[in-house]
């Protein structure tokens, strides 16, 4: 029977207040050239938008934890400068990009209740309450405890009803619902949260809960290529969250984090002790001070050897990298080839072993094999990936004894295209691999398919290597640049070397339009338990031409 929740007077006041309060808005353009592709350039609004969402080996759901609700979750919140009027009867919120003020006469006790302050003991009307002495700004959070719980048979506004009680469908309406409680008004469209994808590579052959390139299929196994300890591999991680708040001598830092484990079994409280895996995504600011700073740890265990976590801009609307549902996002304008740029601040304090694939860009996109854009037709969509891989650990599995594993051409910066057969031309070293779609029917030989499970439909996967092709746009050209201990402000012309790119397409069609709904970064550790990977990320934007 479908479980229902009903509102507090606590989320009751928390809607009013959140729907009178106005919405903060940030210029986009950097100069009249090019103009920010995303929500937020740069991570610089103070009024965070981010989520997190975690798959299994195919990019499902499967089945939730208990207690755990759908593994969805946001924090979203808009921030307000607070101060007292001058004859101390009304409490006041001014948004810093408004000029719009809300006037509150809330009675104490529900503001500490909103608010989270010291309780005060007597009403706001007095000089002496805490909030108005301790407390420069104040969080209005759009995401509630209850809305993150929500799990199957928690039936809520919006959601499908066919999803109520299918825990595939139910995470993708629930993103659509937090989407829709985080998002913010924009020029050309709303947008809504940076999104954290987490990801385990475990799978139960056994189980058939993974299609194969879009196909139903059955048990089979034991297969090497996919770690499994047995009945439950493939479960969802632990979730936990510590919603953002004020904190600091001056109450102005901003700080928040996710975390949790795939072990469920682990006691996080006695921290990182034993074989368990872990992960966690820390982010903070201080009001009115450049950039949000990331923070991500990602920790393997004998049991969940394969693990990722990720920093997405999605697609607003419509389909996203790897994911044939409709999605939320940040990017409210999708780039497209060859015109757009992507910046950001990496720091890589951990690597995360030799088998790390840790990408300093992750480029995500859909299309058919005839050109046509994906419609959600996982037998004939294919998720296509580029890959910038920069642990020096990683080296070219592409090369002229294994030009399967090669790209069948290389397009340099000036339009040359070079056949992967010309041994003292091609740059075999910039590849790590090349896969091709698994229903790809005219593929020049030899070729390698990719895994036909760990997308929902085929897919088509190039990974590049540091190399001097890839400097004139941007990218690093020498193994080590980017790495540990060489933190750096990238600057990646993703556009034009997104175009140059060879991908599949069935001979005689009209050349795909290549748009990326998903822009990321993070890392994959590959089948190697008990290690250990740690970065920040910051400034991050996507910029396009202002046309």
């Given at each position: 029977?479908?479980?229902?929740?009903?509102?507090?007077?606590?989320?009751?006041?928390?809607?009013?207040?959140?729907?009178?309060?106005?919405?903060?808005?940030?210029?986009?353009?950097?100069?009249?050239?090019?103009?920010?592709?995303?929500?937020?350039?740069?991570?610089?609004?103070?009024?965070?938008?981010?989520?997190?969402?975690?798959?299994?080996?195919?990019?499902?759901?499967?089945?939730?934890?208990?207690?755990?609700?759908?593994?969805?979750a946001a924090?979203?919140?808009?921030?307000?400068?607070a101060?007292?009027?001058?004859?101390?009867?009304?409490?006041?919120?001014?948004?810093?990009?408004?000029?719009?003020?809300?006037?509150?006469?809330?009675?104490?006790?529900?503001?500490?209740?909103?608010?989270?302050?010291?309780?005060?003991?007597q009403k706001?009307?007095?000089?002496?309450?805490?909030?108005?002495?301790?407390?420069?700004?104040?969080?209005?959070?759009?995401?509630?405890?209850?809305?993150?719980?929500?799990?199957?048979?928690?039936?809520f506004?919006?959601?499908?009803?066919?999803?109520?009680?299918?825990?595939?469908?139910?995470?993708?309406?629930?993103?659509?619902?937090?989407?829709?409680?985080?998002?913010?008004?924009?020029?050309?469209?709303?947008?809504?949260?940076?999104?954290?994808?987490?990801?385990?590579?475990?799978?139960?052959?056994?189980?058939?809960?993974?299609?194969?390139?879009?196909?139903?299929?059955?048990?089979?196994?034991?297969?090497?290529?996919?770690?499994?300890f047995?009945?439950?591999?493939?479960?969802?991680?632990?979730?936990?969250?510590?919603?953002?708040?004020?904190?600091?001598?001056?109450?102005?830092?901003?700080?928040?984090?996710?975390?949790?484990?795939?072990?469920?079994?682990?006691?996080?409280?006695?921290?990182?002790?034993?074989?368990?895996?872990?992960?966690?995504?820390t982010?903070?600011?201080?009001?009115?001070?450049?950039?949000?700073?990331?923070?991500?740890v990602?920790?393997?265990?004998?049991?969940?050897?394969?693990?990722?976590?990720?920093?997405?801009?999605?697609?607003?609307?419509?389909?996203?990298?790897?994911?044939?549902?409709?999605?939320?996002?940040m990017?409210?304008?999708?780039?497209e080839?060859?015109?757009?740029?992507?910046?950001?601040?990496?720091?890589?304090?951990?690597g995360?072993?030799?088998?790390?694939?840790?990408?300093?860009?992750?480029?995500?996109?859909?299309?058919?094999?005839?050109?046509?854009?994906?419609?959600?037709?996982?037998?004939s969509?294919?998720?296509?990936?580029?890959?910038?891989?920069?642990n020096?650990?990683?080296?070219?599995?592409?090369?002229?004894?294994?030009?399967?594993?090669?790209?069948?051409?290389?397009?340099?910066?000036?339009?040359?295209?070079?056949?992967?057969?010309?041994?003292?031309?091609?740059?075999?070293?910039?590849?790590?691999?090349?896969?091709?779609?698994?229903?790809?029917?005219?593929?020049?030989?030899?070729?390698?398919?990719?895994?036909?499970?760990?997308?929902?439909?085929?897919?088509?996967?190039?990974?590049?290597?540091?190399?001097p092709?890839?400097?004139?746009?941007?990218?690093?050209?020498?193994?080590?640049?980017?790495?540990?201990?060489?933190?750096?402000?990238?600057?990646?012309?993703?556009?034009?070397?997104?175009?140059?790119?060879?991908?599949?397409?069935?001979?005689?069609?009209?050349?795909?339009?290549?748009?990326?709904?998903?822009?990321?970064?993070?890392?994959?550790?590959f089948?190697?338990?008990?290690?250990?990977?740690?970065?920040?990320?910051?400034?991050?934007?996507?910029?396009?031409?202002?046309?």
């Amino acid at each position: 029977m479908a479980k229902g929740r009903k509102p507090s007077s606590l989320s009751l006041v928390l809607g009013l207040v959140v729907a009178f309060l106005s919405k903060n808005r940030h210029a986009a353009a950097e100069n009249d050239e090019y103009l920010s592709a995303v929500g937020d350039p740069g991570m610089r609004r103070d009024g965070l938008r981010l989520a997190i969402e975690a798959w299994n080996q195919c990019n499902e759901v499967g089945e939730e934890v208990p207690q755990m609700g759908s593994p969805r979750a946001a924090d979203c919140f808009d921030i307000y400068k607070a101060a007292q009027s001058k004859e101390g009867k009304l409490f006041t919120f001014s948004s810093s990009s408004s000029l719009v003020l809300f006037l509150l006469s809330f009675q104490c006790d529900i503001a500490v209740k909103i608010l989270n302050i010291t309780p005060c003991t007597q009403k706001w009307t007095e000089k002496n309450c805490s909030l108005c002495n301790l407390l420069p700004y104040v969080l209005v959070h759009r995401v509630t405890e209850d809305d993150n719980k929500l799990g199957v048979g928690d039936p809520f506004l919006g959601m499908q009803p066919n999803a109520l009680f299918d825990g595939n469908l139910y995470a993708a309406n629930k993103e659509l619902y937090l989407g829709s409680k985080c998002q913010v008004q924009d020029t050309p469209n709303p947008w809504h949260f940076w999104m954290i994808m987490l990801k385990s590579g475990n799978m139960d052959t056994f189980a058939a809960k993974c299609p194969k390139n879009g196909h139903k299929t059955g048990p089979f196994g034991p297969d090497s290529r996919f770690p499994c300890f047995g009945e439950g591999c493939m479960n969802q991680p632990l979730i936990y969250h510590d919603y953002t708040t004020l904190e600091g001598p001056s109450r102005t830092t901003l700080k928040g984090k996710f975390y949790g484990s795939w072990d469920l079994d682990a006691d996080l409280s006695k921290g990182l002790v034993g074989n368990i895996s872990y992960y966690s995504i820390t982010w903070e600011k201080e009001i009115g001070m450049g950039s949000w700073i990331f923070h991500h740890v990602l920790r393997t265990s004998t049991k969940y050897p394969w693990l990722m976590l990720y920093l997405r801009s999605d697609a607003t609307h419509g389909l996203s990298g790897g994911y044939h549902y409709p999605t939320k996002g940040m990017s409210k304008i999708i780039p497209e080839s060859p015109n757009f740029e992507v910046r950001f601040t990496l720091n890589v304090i951990k690597g995360g072993g030799p088998s790390s694939q840790f990408y300093l860009i992750d480029i995500g996109s859909c299309w058919k094999n005839n050109g046509q854009p994906c419609d959600g037709d996982t037998t004939s969509d294919v998720t296509r990936y580029c890959e910038m891989i920069i642990n020096p650990n990683i080296t070219a599995w592409c090369n002229a004894n294994s030009l399967d594993m090669c790209p069948p051409y290389h397009t340099f910066p000036n339009g040359t295209r070079v056949h992967r057969s010309e041994t003292n031309m091609f740059p075999y070293a910039a590849y790590h691999l090349y896969c091709a779609p698994g229903n790809a029917e005219q593929l020049e030989v030899p070729y390698s398919l990719c895994d036909p499970y760990s997308n929902p439909q085929p897919q088509e996967i190039l990974q590049i290597l540091p190399h001097p092709v890839w400097g004139e746009y941007g990218y690093p050209t020498k193994q080590g640049e980017g790495w540990i201990g060489d933190p750096r402000t990238w600057e990646l012309d993703v556009g034009r070397l997104s175009q140059s790119l060879y991908f599949y397409q069935d001979p005689g069609t009209p050349p795909a339009r290549r748009k990326w709904m998903s822009v990321d970064l993070g890392t994959e550790i590959f089948k190697d338990p008990d290690q250990i990977a740690e970065w920040t990320v910051s400034d991050f934007d996507i910029l396009v031409p202002n046309q």
